[in-house]
């Protein structure tokens, strides 16, 4: 497989990160890195914690002519054991607008190996949308703009 694959690359646990701007900046850098986004061109990140704006140091003698990135992380429902985000703002003709990242939970009950491999193979098989790389407990696919996730009881619902 020829994705981007981190396996030294681990978003945090949450309740281990007690600042939740901390933890939605550490998020969307892992998504960054994953595609190949150069993360300094990341300017702020708009998080869910009230919708606050998180400003990003920039190094000095930085080249003015870099277009910098305003990126937005948003929390997204139906995940049943994993935390999924949607990252959207990148700049970049070479990537997508908006991707999802999905942070791997429920850890030992899920072969995450034999998962990405079936999700992969379905993806290259125009079954399943874009996988766009791994990170040691997560993965990265692209977003599907005016979907919504199903409710659980949708879930058993053949006509859905």
Known sequence: DDRPYFPHLHAPNPNDTPNKEEYYESIVRIAATVIGYDVSLIDEIVSPANKS??????????EEEKK????????????????????????HPNHPNSILVRVFGAEGMIDRDEETSTYAALCDANIAYQYLGRFGNGRIEGWLDNYRPLETVELSNANV
Not at 72 to 82: D, F, H, M
């Open 68 to 91: 910098q990135s305003t990126l937005q992380i948003s929390i997204v429902s139906g995940g049943i054991t994993n935390a999924l985000f949607r990252v959207s703002g990148f700049s």
């Open 53 to 62: 704006t998180i400003n990003l140091d920039s190094d000095e003698g930085e």
